[in-house]
């Protein structure tokens, strides 16, 4: 039963980055869903027990920030580091942008970055779960067919690949 989350895993490894008092942060994360497309709203999960809990309740905004496989290492060196006294941005090398609706920084490495602002936080003290409405969405249009990485448990991790195209009337 500790492992059903394992075959339900809904999308791409992510890193949430938010920031209070000049300060940001980066936390990997694989738990968030789509809930409605226009305007785009996505729930997710972080645990109470992560700093970034504190500061997503505190501001109530963020950025999803969209790995692709090459940033694939760092994102779990993320996961796997505390960001109570450690700059991951440095650590890690990576850049921190200004955001345009957001105080949370983007993170320039990314693939795409979603700023955010909790528009429900009503579930978080009993699930952990906020839901998010995207205020303003970035993509590289350079990268063209981006891989990106999928948490499938225990350290395990499985690549995008190949793509194929079957009718449907969803644009």
Known sequence: MSRVYRLLEPGPVVMVTTAKKGRANIMTMSWH???DFEPPIVGCVISNQNYTFGILKATKE???NI???E???KAVRCGNTSGRSVDKFK???LTPMPASRVKAPLIAECYA???CRIVDARLSAQYNFFILEVLKAWI???RKDPRTIHHR???NFMVAGRTMKLPSRMK
């Open 62 to 64: 963020c950025v999803i």
């Open 140 to 142: 590289d249009p350079s």
């Open 153 to 155: 448990g225990g350290g």
């Open 71 to 73: 940033l694939a290492a």
């Open 113 to 115: 970055n979603l700023e």
């Open 91 to 93: 650590k890690f090398r």
């Open 67 to 69: 790995p692709t496989v």
């Open 33 to 35: 869903t789509m809930m």
